[in-house]
């Protein structure tokens, strides 16, 4: 097996090289990386039900969907993030079982003095609280296993950043199951968010029996921009694979109260409706119309509008007011 520590902070970046190596990799490896402050969403996840859009916007919080299910989680510098790529035939095809591919993780951390257990499904937990999330997923005979160590994230902004707007919404995809969580630095007062990563890589290659970090190749690295560039910065990936949903979502306009109803189909406006008792010079299904059609992502929600003047149909409403509206991820 061979060890990388990978120094970049891009999500998206990152997502990519993860995907490149495991795809590449001629044997098994482990990984250590850390990501810039960012909301990673599952692969099976309606992606607007997951965060708050306001506020990752106003504190320029990545929003990005991974290759593996699971949950969506928040990462900043205080939290770490490890690799394992297995092959099936190292693991005895196994695959079914998380513990199986924690267990380097959980020896690590006991390694540092950490009483942690694995726990349900795919938790690590210290003192019944989650320090650790993990997902996986199998391509052609290879086991990749990635997963989450709070150790000094910000909780208050984790906490905003995972709570999404309240609108109703009905949606296929997997919802987050939100638990009790804890930073490591509590069971780790020696260290910093700084010193830790050294620490854990340390304590994680001792446990694998692995002498050092081998640098990580140069044409990984390339392959790595260019599927970023094309799958992991893009809209259509993080939000338009989203499983179809509708919702409904309510807002005060001078005119009168607004309740939107759109249908979403593969990321695009399929239907749109609008309900309440607000006034407008022209008839609303003529609003509606519009929509449909109309990619669900807010520039070009904005754009459609403003060649419409909203107003007309929603007294006091604007392009902007009422594309804040209909996208939850606004």
Excluded at 21 to 26: G, K, L, P, S
Excluded at 45 to 64: K, Y
Excluded at 67 to 79: K, P
Excluded at 118 to 147: C, E, M, P, T, W
Aim: proline share 4%.
């Amino acid at each position: 097996m061979v060890f990388y520590w990978n120094e970049r902070t891009d999500p998206t970046y990152n997502l990519a090289l993860e995907e490149i190596m495991a795809e590449q990799a001629d044997e098994p490896f482990a990984m250590i990386w850390r990501n810039r402050a960012s909301v990673i969403i599952g692969r099976n996840q309606n992606a607007c039900r997951e965060f708050d859009g306001t506020f990752v916007r106003e504190h320029g919080v990545a929003v990005v969907r991974r290759t593996t299910g699971g949950g969506a989680v928040y990462h900043d510098l205080g939290n770490l993030n490890y690799t394992i790529l297995a092959f099936e035939s190292d693991s005895d095809a196994r695959y079914a079982d998380f513990a199986v591919y924690a267990q380097p993780v959980l020896d690590a951390l006991k390694n540092l003095g950490v009483d942690a257990g694995f726990s349900g499904r795919n938790d690590i937990l210290v003192g019944g609280r989650k320090v650790s999330g993990s997902a996986k997923r199998i391509h052609d005979g290879r086991i990749l296993f990635h997963g989450t160590l709070l150790f000094d994230v910000d909780m208050d902004a984790m906490t905003a950043a995972l709570t999404p707007p309240r609108l109703k919404i009905e949606a296929k995809g997997v919802a987050s199951v939100r638990a009790r969580v804890a930073n490591l630095r509590e069971f780790l007062p020696g260290l910093d968010r700084e010193t830790f990563p050294k620490a854990f890589a340390d304590a994680l290659t001792k446990t694998l029996g692995i002498d050092g970090a081998a640098p990580i190749h140069e044409n990984w690295k390339r392959e790595a921009e260019r599927l970023a560039d094309e799958r992991y910065r893009s809209w259509e990936w993080t939000f338009g694979e989203s499983p179809d949903f509708a919702f409904e979502r309510t807002a005060r306009f001078p005119g009168g109260v607004v309740t939107a109803h759109l249908d979403v189909h593969q990321g695009v406006v399929r239907r749109a409706r609008f309900t309440g008792d607000f006034f407008g010079a022209d008839p609303v299904s003529e609003l509606a119309e519009a929509l449909a059609g109309c990619s669900h992502r807010p520039d070009a929600l904005r754009e459609v509008l403003s060649r419409l003047n909203p107003g007309r149909f929603i007294e006091g409403a604007t392009a902007e007011s009422l594309a804040e509206l209909l996208s939850p991820q606004a």
